[in-house]
């Protein structure tokens, strides 16, 4: 079974909408967390979240929200998507406290987005 | 900017030749990992290094750390076609989260 699993696996959509990518993982981990890529796959951190406490990158817009409805799914919604959204967005989960760099991380297969 | 740079951006060499990538970075780290992507696949974590230790070995991986020159290195032995992926490093920070490099892109031809 897949540990971290992300759907859809492409979506594109015009400038303008709200959509959302959803995230599961079946490891029990504590954290997890949101990561763009860029074209030239760049990784940057999105959000650190578990039930506790939630860490936001000040550079997300405020357009980006996780939403967590439960320990093993963390949800990523954008409203009023806009040209430079369009990437690759990974998942990922960790054992421990968030932000816990100090382990592993588990990450999703991706999701690439692209806004027209 | 990225906390840490690898070098070199791409790197291309035969099988069974040794593939060396390196990791520099510029903040105090509590540790160190790199991780592997295939194209169109997630990351796949490799090797975690803390920042009190200056080498690692896993199967044919090799890290060191030299939190003096804030740099590690990321050696593979006897590459194979099947290593042709990226390689980024990602460092631990004060924050607890893990900041990437912008990737090795290796290419190792059969």
């Known amino acids: 079974d897949t540990a971290v699993s992300q759907t859809p696996k492409y979506l594109v959509t015009q400038m303008g909408n709200d959509k959302s990518i959803k995230c599961e993982q079946n490891l029990g981990h504590d954290t997890m967390y949101w990561y763009k890529q860029d074209s030239k796959k760049f990784l940057k951190i999105m959000f650190s979240y578990n039930n506790k406490e939630l860490i936001i990158n000040e550079t997300v817009p405020n357009r980006f929200s996780p939403k967590s409805p439960d320990k093993a799914h963390l949800n990523l919604h954008i409203n009023s998507l806009e040209l430079g959204d369009s990437a690759v967005y990974f998942c990922?989960?960790?054992?421990?406290?968030?932000?816990?760099?100090?382990?592993?991380?588990?990450f999703g297969p991706g999701t690439r987005l692209t806004v027209l | 900017s990225q906390q840490g740079e690898e070098d070199p951006q791409a790197l291309s060499i035969q099988e069974g030749e040794n593939a060396t990538m390196n990791c520099s970075y510029k903040t105090s780290i509590n540790n160190l990992q790199w991780y592997r992507q295939n194209s169109g696949r997630g990351l796949v974590h490799l090797i975690l290094?803390?920042?009190?230790?200056r080498e690692k070995h896993s199967g044919r991986l090799r890290v060191t750390l030299d939190t003096s020159k804030k740099s590690s290195s990321l050696l593979i032995t006897a590459s194979r076609a099947a290593d042709t992926a990226s390689y980024f490093c990602?460092?631990?920070?004060?924050?607890?989260?893990?900041?990437f490099g912008g990737g090795t892109r290796l290419m190792v031809k059969p």
């Open positions: 990922a989960s960790s054992q421990g406290g968030v932000g816990s760099g100090h382990n592993e991380q588990f």
């Open positions: 290094i803390r920042s009190n230790e």
């Open positions: 990602a460092t631990v920070n004060a924050g607890n989260m893990l900041t």
